[in-house]
């Protein structure tokens, strides 16, 4: 790695004490590792802290957006990797990242994610096109507000990397229902600062469409009993996500 630029990697954490000693791990190309947790109740910070190149920071989470633009903001280098915990990264992604960091063509690389759900590899599901932002420059990029679901906006080319990111979102149902009603409040506080307000179509239509759309017409229908589930639960996240919004505008926890 000696004449390549350093890298920085970027971690958001909150009870990852089991996925994080193997991603800690996978993460030996980079210079440092800057982790910002949101007062983890399990072990995640002390394992985190057993790693040489780690630097913990807490703070209370608020959204996706500024806890992640917070850790980039805490980084001393300017090419950076943002991983999720979650997702795996291997050799041969590590190799492809310090090639393209010998000459760069591009101000941020893509990554595409091959998503597991209860042990099954989704093939379907709306889930085939999954490309998200996983190595960049911090100069030319920045998180762009958005409470959940966040994109990175960048002032220049965005290129692609061939190799493929597992990503194991899974732990139990529990705990991936509970994400999905995370995102479902923060998608409802968004709605209600930006006035919007619900109605019969919100509670019926939308998620009944996001059922067929994604078990359907995304091809969900192709992932077996897993495609199933998947759909109704991103369907009745969309129910919840509106009746979150209904009680925001009447003050009822």
Not at 210 to 229: A, S, W
């Amino acid at each position: 790695m000696e004449n390549l630029p350093k890298i920085s990697a970027v971690v958001i954490t909150l009870n990852e004490e089991t996925a994080l000693p193997a991603f800690l791990e996978s993460l030996w190309f980079a210079d440092e590792i800057i982790i910002v947790d949101s007062f983890s109740t399990d072990n995640t910070v002390a394992v985190a802290k057993k790693h040489s190149k780690v630097t913990v920071f807490e703070r209370t989470f608020d959204n996706f957006s500024s806890q992640k633009n917070y850790a980039i903001s805490k980084t001393t280098n300017d090419w950076l990797v943002f991983f999720d915990p979650d997702e795996v990264i291997s050799k041969e992604l590590a190799s492809e990242i310090l090639t393209e960091l010998k000459q760069p063509k591009a101000i941020a690389y893509e990554v595409n994610r091959t998503f597991y759900f209860m042990g099954k590899r989704i093939k379907y599901s709306g889930l085939q096109n999954d490309y998200v932002i996983r190595f960049f420059n911090k100069n030319y990029c920045n998180y762009n507000g958005n409470l959940v679901h966040e994109t990175m906006e960048t002032d220049g080319k965005v290129s692609r990397l061939s190799t493929k990111v597992p990503h194991h979102t899974y732990k139990s149902f529990d705990d991936y229902t509970g994400k999905m009603h995370k995102y479902s409040d923060l998608k409802a506080q968004m709605l209600y600062e930006k006035g919007k307000k619900p109605n019969a179509y919100h509670f019926f239509f939308r998620p009944w469409y996001r059922f067929v759309n994604q078990y359907f017409f995304k091809l969900g229908i192709l992932d077996g009993t897993e495609g199933f589930i998947l759909a109704y639960v991103s369907a009745f996240s969309v129910f919840k996500r509106y009746v979150n919004l209904w009680l925001l505008y009447r003050n009822i926890e």
